[in-house]
């Protein structure tokens, strides 16, 4: 006889048996849920799953839609993905840095020695790229497997400082993220295909481009980049600094404390406080 589990799912209000191994798309699709735009993931005992989550026991369910903050979170590790499959089928030599974010946005850069062209022309040929893989539909593809495996081709695509990072972590297995040919990590999850991200924008901005989001209140429209040139300044200033720290990315800060190297981290950040202060 088959195990069922009760599953209570918020958006009906129904508590229904499914059995062992249901996945969430599939609870979507008999409780017909329509939140009125695209499901992007669940809320399963307040804690965040993707759709090809399966139920293994009771459990209470919540769909969330982009209007949900972790649903934002979502869309936009998803879209970075994307970015970062363009830039690796147009610009396979160099590499995509996603920064910071701006106002209504995530600032990135597409950095090498040699120079790829005029920066309008390659937010142009990106953001192309983009909307091709789209309409494409390609689904995101989670994996679990061995952290020297990942390694290796986190190194084949250039992804030095995440390289670093599971280093440090001392895990034996590590989630990937496949689309289609290209593989990346994320703290978290994706949406199940490029087809849910119709709504995005690419725009040049300063020395590299702003990935351009929809708005929260109306996932229809996308937000209005503002300029904010004192806060981006504060953000060159503060990768500079890291720069000279020497820590650039969380494995290097991880591999330092490591080291026994976090006292002369302390040290160099008051004086370049100091400095600034001064």
């Not at 949900?68 to 979502?74: C, V």
């Not at 062209?117 to 893989?133: C, F, Y």
């Not at 994996?143 to 081709?153: G, H, K, N």
């Not at 390289?163 to 593989?183: A, W």
Request: charged share 25%.
């Amino acid at each position: 006889m088959m195990r069922t589990y009760s599953i209570y799912c918020e958006n009906t209000g129904i508590a229904k048996d499914y059995p062992f191994g249901t996945t969430l798309a599939e609870i979507i699709e008999d409780q017909k849920i329509d939140l009125g735009y695209p499901v992007l993931g669940a809320m399963v005992n307040h804690s965040l799953k993707e759709l090809n989550y399966m139920v293994y026991k009771p459990k209470t369910v919540n769909f969330i839609g982009y209007p949900h903050i972790d649903g934002q979170r979502m869309y936009l590790r998803s879209l970075s993905m994307v970015l970062f499959k363009a830039a690796h089928d147009l610009y396979p030599d160099h590499k995509l840095k996603i920064q910071h974010s701006v106002s209504g946005g995530v600032y990135c850069e597409l950095v090498n020695h040699v120079n790829p062209g005029p920066l309008d022309e390659i937010v142009s040929k990106l953001k192309k790229r983009m909307q091709e893989i789209i309409a494409h539909d390609a689904p995101f593809l989670r994996d679990e497997i061995r952290t020297e495996e990942a390694l290796e081709i986190f190194e084949q695509f250039k992804l030095e400082d995440k390289c670093t990072l599971m280093r440090t972590r001392k895990q034996f297995y590590s989630s990937v993220y496949r689309l289609e040919d290209v593989v990346n990590y994320f703290y978290g999850y994706l949406v199940p295909s490029t087809g849910y991200l119709q709504q995005f924008g690419l725009e040049k901005y300063h020395e590299g481009m702003v990935l351009i989001l929809p708005r929260k209140d109306n996932p229809a429209e996308l937000n209005r980049i503002m300029e904010k040139p004192k806060l981006f300044e504060i953000f060159r200033e503060f990768k500079e600094w890291v720069q000279i720290i020497g820590v650039p990315h969380v494995g290097q800060l991880n591999q330092m404390a490591l080291n026994g190297q976090i006292s002369d981290i302390i040290k160099i950040s008051e004086a370049l406080q100091e400095k600034k202060v001064a």
